[in-house]
């Protein structure tokens, strides 16, 4: 079963956008294991920081590297991605030589409570994380739009629409991490 490293670009512990991550793993289960990447401790990156790094970003490092893929689950702060979100990013790409994205399979999802969930952070880290090598999934995007109730306290989707589109979104990402696994070991 793939392992799947989930980056949620918010540190708030009722994030909406965690509660999102969360039901997407109960939808993937059987699937692939969603593993949440702690980013409380990554300080803001700081080049000078590689001399001595910190705990934080050694940890990062370490579980981006040993996932199969990676899920962006994106909050939209004024209309951009979060600072948390590009800071994860930031720290993956470096040292020089040791880009943790580099041909790593990835989606990136998103929940806001306005009508375009998070279109335009999805569009400007899909900008960023193409230049950093990394594999995305094109299709299908996930710009959801979240609702009271929506979700269930045990991160169940209650609406069976929306549950049936996310679980067809677990199931292209499952199959986009396989296509890119087959092409790297293709000699």
Not at 3 to 20: C, D
Not at 107 to 129: E, H, K, W
């Amino acid at each position: 079963m793939r392992k799947v490293a989930v980056v949620v670009g918010s540190l708030r512990r009722e994030s909406i956008n965690l509660r999102f991550a969360k039901a997407l793993a109960r939808l993937a289960e059987g699937r692939m294991v969603f593993d949440l990447v702690d980013l409380s401790d990554v300080p803001l990156y700081n080049d000078d920081l590689w001399q001595q790094p910190p705990a934080g970003v050694l940890r990062l490092k370490r579980e981006l590297d040993a996932a199969d893929a990676v899920l962006f689950v994106t909050p939209e702060y004024n209309r951009s991605i979060p600072a948390v979100t590009k800071n994860v990013v930031d720290w993956g790409s470096r040292p020089y030589g040791q880009n943790s994205w580099a041909g790593k399979p990835a989606a990136i999802v998103g929940t806001s409570p306005g009508a375009i969930g998070t279109a335009v952070a999805q569009a400007q880290l899909r900008s960023i994380l193409v230049g950093c090598g990394v594999r995305l999934l094109g299709q299908p995007e996930v710009y959801f739009q979240t609702k009271a109730g929506l979700i269930a306290d045990d991160f169940s989707i209650a609406d069976d629409k929306t549950r049936a589109f996310l679980a067809g979104f677990i199931a292209k990402f499952a199959d986009h991490i396989e296509r890119v696994a087959a092409r790297s070991s293709t000699p």
